[in-house]
């Protein structure tokens, strides 16, 4: 009784966003009443309610109510535009340009060792196949939907017979319920890092358990124990057991990710302090598309007073106004006769037409539209975004639109980023996948234009901090070439040193390096007259390979939004 009565509140009636069990939406967007039979009626638009399919198994399982029901806040986010547009953003800026390993070790020395390859090989096909037909990468960017929808995300980790975790899958939250924590606890072995060395302990940990429901069947549910958790668990009962073989089926793990919360068991999505806003939108939407097909003011009145139309008049008033349509229509005349009503002898009457414009008072534009603005700025400011990031037609430089993604980097997508990074190299990386020397990092956009990339590699190549090898690396990350590196051993020193080699014509395979008209001055068979004219390029000009191999990499670029065409032209000038 008591869930039909919110149901059946209008959204000014509701005094909060949120009520105990219920969701926001259990309140209708739009509230129209069929005079019959009472119910709600919305045309094609259907009134989200809260179907928990979990209804009625929380106590018998122990299970924990979410703050807000998951089943409405999703029915939000699919019907939200601007909801939609400001987690797609976020989905594509964080988890969505791939990662990097980054050596831990001595770069020089330690990186090509037998571990650091080993560890290195490792890393990369796990991360690369995450699961037989996923990249990590793919369901990273299901987790964050879950995250911003729902505030909650979490993915299933499959162990083999060697305790090693094997397969990573998405886990839909959607559909996943939790327990309190265990009051007893479980001690297991750790480490911790202390004074530079790594130190094993003996924590005292409290996990909880995760119930999965099929949506369709909603009956049965599969059970998941806590990441980390030691214990053996029946999938089908929930129940730990002492071996594998008492278990119908071993349950997997589950890596839960949850957004603040205030110490709750579960995490509230950032949008939800705008949540009015979401569900007022949605309504004025609604409002100006209802507009089109229940026009309430015609455009025109015609009054007749003193008499009535003629039965011809009314038809031909009623064919004319069905094919008022194209050219040939455009200055037809109707003629309009009214018969008059005598109500005397002596009456002679005084019949008139008029015909009255309505168009002042009918609605031929949206309603809403400073509120739907509004709203969208109030929606996005939670995610901290600007309106280039949700496809606004605002107007942005070059300048302004880097700064906007400079600050949107620094105070939003990057601290995501490292927030992630460091939940998986403290639980995953380096505990589960005995990964020591290298460490994770989730990669971000290339925020660096080539004029800035050639002006660094020129400093950076004069003093000695960069190789042929670091050059090469550098313009494929920039300009999303795929050149490949020397495998000559001088490929790997400093340019400077590399040039002082040429010059001493003691740098093996240089030949096929140089370009055309520019011999190296004092190599044998080359220049012999000028052999001892050698000096390096002047300070402040890119050596010959590097120029080489830069025209390269941009002369196979193909111009986009971000390195136009202008852009192109000017970086090939410069290396001229």
Known sequence: MARKKIEQESVAAVPEVRVSKAAITRVPVLQLVNAKTGDAVFGTMQVPVDNDPFEGLYGENLLLVPPYSF???????????????CIEAYIQNIDGFGYSMQFLGNDVTERDLPQALAEMKKMKSFFDNANTDQSWMAIRKLFRLDYEVLGNGGFEVIRNLRNEIALVYHMPFRY????????????????????????????????????????????????FKEFGDPRIMDATTGRYVKSAKEAKIVASEILHFK?????SAYGIPRWIGASL?????????????????????????????GGRLSDTSIAELQNMIRGMRGVDQWNKVVLLESEFESTGLEDKGNAKIEIKNLSDARRED?????????????????????SLYTGNDEAFTQATAREARIVAEEQVF????????????????????????????????????????????????????????????????????????????????????????????RLKGIDNLMMPGEPVKGLPGRNPDNANQQKLPDKGKLPVVVKKMLRDAIEACEPTEDFTSEMREEALQALA
């Open 366 to 386: 949206l309603m809403f539209d400073q509120y739907l603005t509004k709203t969208e700025k109030s929606i996005r400011q939670r995610y901290r975004l600007s």
């Open 176 to 223: 996943c319920r939790l327990t309190a924590m265990d009051r007893r606890g479980v001690t297991v072995d750790d480490t911790i890092e202390r004074d530079g060395k790594i130190v094993n302990i003996k924590v005292k940990k409290y996990f909880r358990k995760f119930a999965q429901i099929n949506p369709t069947t909603e009956t049965n549910l599969r059970w």
């Open 259 to 263: 957004m603040g919360g205030g110490g």
């Open 414 to 505: 990057v601290p995501e980023r490292l927030a992630f990074d460091e939940v998986l190299e403290k639980k995953v990386i380096s505990k589960h996948l005995g990964i020591s020397l290298w460490k994770y990092k989730t990669k971000g956009p290339q925020l660096v234009s080539a004029s800035d990339l050639l002006a660094g590699i020129s400093s950076f190549s004069q003093t000695g901090a960069l190789t042929i090898n670091n050059a090469i690396e550098l313009a494929n990350a920039a300009f999303n070439t795929d050149m490949s590196q020397y495998d000559e051993e001088w490929a790997n020193f400093p340019i400077p040193i590399v040039l002082k080699l040429v010059e001493a014509t």
């Open 71 to 85: 089943e409405s806040m999703w029915s939000r986010y699919e019907t939200s535009d601007v909801l939609q547009t």
């Open 277 to 305: 806003d979401v569900i007022g939108r949605k309504s004025a939407q609604y409002v100006n598309y209802d507009l089109f097909n229940n026009q309430g003011i015609p455009p025109v009145l015609i009054s007749v007073s």
